[in-house]
């Protein structure tokens, strides 16, 4: 299991608009050794203003996407053996501790239980990070950063961060942008014009009023681009819609002919 790593200059850094304070949170935490925890739904931007950071600050970025697989061997490392030999070969996050980079877990909380053990010594003021099998304790280069990212909007008590492990980082919460803020950000993402994206905007925040009724979760940043990216494209609008904004989110025939109508109601 690689992280992938970037390492990009400030100046071609990815688009990011931030809604608030994040930035400079984010870097008085980097400057002050301190973990950070993404909180917030899917699709909304954490992923993205990471990688803005890391580019911003000048630092390579391990990224590390977690599922219910990944163990502690996937990001500390393990033996390999190549050609008649057993080589130890590290993970993401042990070349992120060697190298002083950040290392991004995102959706931490679908690792398995034994990652979260491994990152509270990470987040003491030693930093360090225990690798059992070679017996080595490693100290964090200056400059490694851990950030972490979770939804806590899924209801699932398994699925849940403990209180032991929140209170290690520095926490900033993500939420879908302002009306406004999207705008700017899917007429960037998707090259559709600001005019033509307002509706779209529009309906996502409709949509996402009718979370916790009829669906689990509203409809994403990341959904409304993929929709303004196929109507830029030429494709009918409804089509879009349906495709990129109405069938993501849900099986349920009832609830999508619900969800039809009120794209009908906005636009006619
Ligand atoms: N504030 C923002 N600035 C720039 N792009 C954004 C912003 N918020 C969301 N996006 C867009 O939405 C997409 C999905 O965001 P992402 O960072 O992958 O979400 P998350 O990691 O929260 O699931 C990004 O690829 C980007 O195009
Ligand atoms: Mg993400």
């Known amino acids: 299991m690689d992280g992938n790593i970037t390492l990009k200059g ?12 994040e930035c400079d949170i984010f870097t008085a935490a980097s400057e002050n050794d301190l973990p950070v925890l993404l909180k917030g739904p899917t699709g909304c931007g954490k992923t993205r203003f990471v990688a803005h950071m890391a580019a911003r600050l000048g630092r390579p970025l391990y ?34 501790v060697r190298e002083g980079a950040i290392c991004y877990l995102d959706e931490v909380v679908e690792a398995r239980k034994d990652v979260t053990v491994v990152l509270h010594p990470l987040t003491d003021d030693r930093r360090f990070l225990p690798i059992d099998r070679t017996g080595e304790e490693l100290e964090a280069a200056p400059g490694f ?21 929140r209170q290690r980082f520095v926490a900033l919460e993500f939420d879908f942008p302002s009306q406004e803020f999207e705008i700017t950000v899917v007429a960037r993402e998707s090259g559709l014009s600001e005019d033509r994206v307002k509706p779209l905007v529009r309906l996502a925040n409709k949509l996402r009023d009718l979370k916790g009724q009829d669906l689990e979760e509203g409809v994403s940043t990341r959904l409304v681009i993929y929709a303004a990216t196929l109507i830029r494209q030429g494709m ?21 002919r619900g969800l039809l109508d009120l794209t009908t109601a906005i636009f006619g």
């Open 63 to 96: 990224t590390v996407a977690c599922h219910d697989d990944l163990s502690a061997a996937d990001l500390i490392g393990r033996y390999l053996l190549k050609g008649g030999e057993t080589i130890w070969v590290d993970g993401p996050l042990t070349r992120a």
């Open 145 to 165: 950063m851990l950030v972490a990212s979770y939804n806590p909007g899924y209801q699932n008590i398994l699925k849940t961060l403990k209180p032991s492990t």
């Open 236 to 256: 009918p609008v409804d089509r879009a819609i349906l495709a990129a904004m109405i069938e993501p989110l849900s099986d349920d025939a009832d609830v999508k």
């Open 10 to 21: 400030a100046a071609d850094a990815p688009f990011y608009l931030p809604q608030g304070d």
